[in-house]
């Protein structure tokens, strides 16, 4: 049996979360294509050390989001994550970016428990109340390392089968799961289309004006940089959040939710990693080597796909025409208008839920 622990009760936030999905609804009226899906649905993961006991979790803010947070021990870590919905439903894992949390899904993710799904939202490594389980586990941040923890996820949670819906960071890795192991994703939803890369891309120079919308990465790459954000991880936060949604008028409120998860401990160290990793100026870990080797030869994805994108996303992002090719599959792309920016789930909650709800259905 997996050792799958409540940090709180769960009824009340259950009766929360109902109430916020009925508001909702009352609301409502890039080159070489294609992993072979053998190749794919054979893909081994890396061996992980055995586990150590769990750490403690992290307090989480009062008020409104998701507060029913379990732990589960699963690969490198013990994952912290919210569950709702029923357990016979149909799965979808609902996986968020930075600087963001899994509150970016605090109204998709009980709209659509409420609609018959068994709804899975983790904290990324390096976020809210998710731990390595080791003291000597490198902090990685690379690509391909997501990936294997939301696969591990799965496996301690007995999941065979999920629709894989992100942005940001999340996206990657759901584009990342749907390449190398499209066994275990019935469907993708994914933010900014196709973000798979590889450390050769990311070496190539751009033009000034795209290098300017990435100074954070360069920052990163300085070790004024680590320091500067581990100083100031919530005015980072902010000021990204306003940069890549110049239009959301997000609260205070809002706001602390999610930057309670940036006092993990890991954070700092598994985010500069990650920014590092995609210049080429750190290395991965060797036993991901074979993942990346594969995700360089810019893969296709052949199950079935909604890309989205807002008409106001201030973050760099690719243009749907640039990648539309790489789904190989049933595909469908959506523009959402209104002045939604880059944290599309939070911004654009009813049209994240309708992708989820309609992509298995192209």
């Not at 609301?27 to 769990?54: H, N």
């Not at 994550?81 to 998709?108: C, K, M, Q, T």
């Not at 900014?192 to 790459?221: D, H, R």
């Not at 980072?236 to 809002?254: E, N, V, Y």
Request: charged share 20%; aromatic share 10%; proline share 7%.
């Amino acid at each position: 049996m997996n050792d799958v622990r409540d940090n709180e009760p769960t009824n009340t936030q259950r009766r929360r979360f109902m109430g916020f999905a009925a508001a909702l609804t009352a609301a409502a009226p890039l080159g070489l294509l294609g992993i072979g899906k053998a190749m794919a649905s054979t893909m081994a993961l890396p061996s992980s050390p055995s586990s150590s006991p769990a750490s403690a979790s992290i307090a989480l803010p009062g008020g409104k989001g998701l507060r029913n947070i379990r732990q589960v021990k699963a690969g490198l870590l013990d994952v912290g994550y919210a569950e709702l919905g029923p357990s016979n439903g149909r799965v979808a894992i609902l996986l968020h970016g930075w600087p963001y949390d899994i509150h970016a899904f605090e109204e998709v993710a009980p709209a659509l428990a409420a609609s018959g799904y068994r709804v899975i939202v983790p904290y990324l490594r390096g976020y809210g109340s998710t731990r390595f389980l080791s003291p000597d586990t490198m902090r990685n941040g690379q690509q391909s390392v997501v990936a294997v923890d939301i696969i591990a996820l799965m496996d301690a949670l007995n999941i065979d089968k999920a629709v894989i819906a992100g942005f940001d960071w999340g996206a990657r890795t759901a584009n990342i799961l749907a390449a190398l192991w499209p066994q275990r994703c019935e469907a993708l939803v994914s933010v900014s289309g196709y973000l798979i890369g590889n450390q050769k891309a990311g070496a190539a120079p751009l033009p000034p004006q795209a290098e300017l919308s990435w100074w954070y990465q360069f920052y990163f790459a300085t070790e004024r940089g680590r320091l500067g954000y581990e100083k100031n991880r919530r005015e980072f936060a902010r000021l990204i959040w306003h940069t890549a949604s110049p239009k959301w008028a997000f609260d205070d409120a809002t706001f602390d939710r999610s930057a309670a998860a940036f006092d993990n401990p890991d954070h700092v160290a598994v985010v500069v990693h990650n920014y590092r990793w995609r210049l080429g100026i750190v290395e991965g870990e060797s036993k991901y080597d074979e993942l990346e080797a594969k995700l360089a030869t810019t893969p296709g994805i052949g199950v079935p796909t909604i890309t989205l994108e807002g008409d106001a996303n201030g973050a760099p992002h690719p243009e749907p025409a640039a990648y539309a090719g790489r789904f190989t599959g049933k595909y469908a792309h959506r523009t959402i208008t209104g002045g939604i920016g880059h944290n599309l789930p939070q911004e654009a909650p009813k049209a994240f839920v309708d992708a989820v709800k309609d992509v298995t259905a192209l």
